[in-house]
């Protein structure tokens, strides 16, 4: 057809319309859905390294160095029959005694033993009785019998140790 005749069939009016650009549209498709497979990547790996580092928030054995001190605490008989006493442990180290406590707990798990540091800036927790839950003086974290974290600012549990009961004596791993 040349240029200067106007179309007058259907067939010469397509023929004188500009093709789409398809590859241009080709081109944003396969960037949008580049982003899109970057993005849900991301957000996997982000899920990941969350999930690994409640992990290791839930283990207070896991941190530093890895190692662990076996520390006496008492008599077994010394552990709380129900609600929560706090209990001193201590260790020599090179010739210096390191000290610390733990809060042992009558929890529907039975008897465990939690950090009493709040996970969000270190206060000492409380035990409420009435309440049967640990709360923080500082900023009203709250805590389950368990340890978990249930409203405030805290962003975990409490830290938890092994209990280990020998001849009527517990004992406590801390991390060494
Ligand atoms: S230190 Fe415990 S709530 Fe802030």
Redesign the pocket.
């Known amino acids: 057809m040349l240029p200067w005749v106007f179309p007058r069939t259907d067939e010469e009016r397509a023929e004188s319309m500009p093709s789409p650009p398809t590859r241009e549209k080709d081109s944003a498709d396969s960037r949008r859905s580049f982003l899109k497979r970057a993005i849900n990547g991301l957000a996997v790996l982000a899920g990941i390294l969350l999930g690994a580092a409640a992990l290791l928030s839930l283990s207070p054995r896991r941190r530093g160095s890895g190692r662990e001190e076996i520390v006496l605490l008492g008599d077994e008989d010394d552990a709380p029959r129900r609600g929560a006493r706090e209990m001193l442990w201590s260790y020599e180290k090179n010739g210096r005694t390191v000290t610390g406590r733990v809060i042992l707990v009558q929890s529907p798990e039975g008897l465990i033993a939690l950090s009493p540091s709040?996970t969000?800036?270190?206060?000492f927790v409380v035990w409420r009785e009435e309440e049967k839950e640990f709360t923080?003086p500082?900023?009203?974290?709250r805590y389950d019998s368990t340890g978990r974290n249930i409203s405030?600012?805290?962003p975990a549990p409490l830290g938890r140790f092994d209990i280990e009961k020998r001849e009527g004596k517990l004992y406590v791993r801390v991390p060494a």
Not at 120 to 123: D, P, Q, R, S
Not at 138 to 141: A, D, K, N, R
């Open positions: 709040c969000h800036l270190g206060c923080c500082c900023h009203g974290g405030g600012p805290p």
